[in-house]
């Protein structure tokens, strides 16, 4: 079974830095995108950051020039490091991995989620 582990989340005031860690174990076979969402008090979730097998990367605009993912393919881990902290960039943080598995009729692609860590900026 596949289960993904997230560190780092904290109470920071605004213009901190906080990085967050997301490590997987498991049956994965190999792992396609890692991505981390965030989703905030009344909001719906939203996608902060994603990076692909080869390393090419999605960011949100709220977060360019802030925030950075990357990834380690042999640790099966993806971090997040976000500086220059916003109050509206609180919320609870979730990684995310789209994994290929061994399921028990074969294969198959499936995502997988974190825990959530809660992320709190104050003014």
């Known amino acids: 079974q596949v289960q993904l582990v997230e560190s780092g989340g904290g109470l920071v005031q605004a213009g901190e830095s906080l990085k967050l860690s997301c490590a997987g174990s498991?049956?994965?076979?190999?792992?396609?995108?890692m991505g981390w969402y965030r989703q905030a008090p009344g909001k719906t979730r939203e996608l902060v950051a994603r990076?692909?097998?080869?390393?090419?990367?999605v960011y949100a605009d709220s977060v360019k020039g802030r925030f950075t993912i990357s990834r380690d393919n042999a640790k099966k881990t993806v971090d997040l490091q976000m500086n220059n902290l916003k109050p509206t960039d609180t919320a609870v943080y979730y990684c995310?991995?789209?994994?290929?598995?061994?399921?028990?009729?074969?294969?198959?692609?499936?995502?997988?989620w974190g825990q959530g860590t809660q992320v709190t900026v104050s003014s």
């Open positions: 990076i692909t097998r080869g390393g090419t990367t």
């Open positions: 498991g049956s994965i076979l190999s792992i396609n995108t």
């Open positions: 995310n991995f789209n994994c290929n598995v061994n399921v028990g009729y074969g294969l198959a692609n499936r995502d997988y």
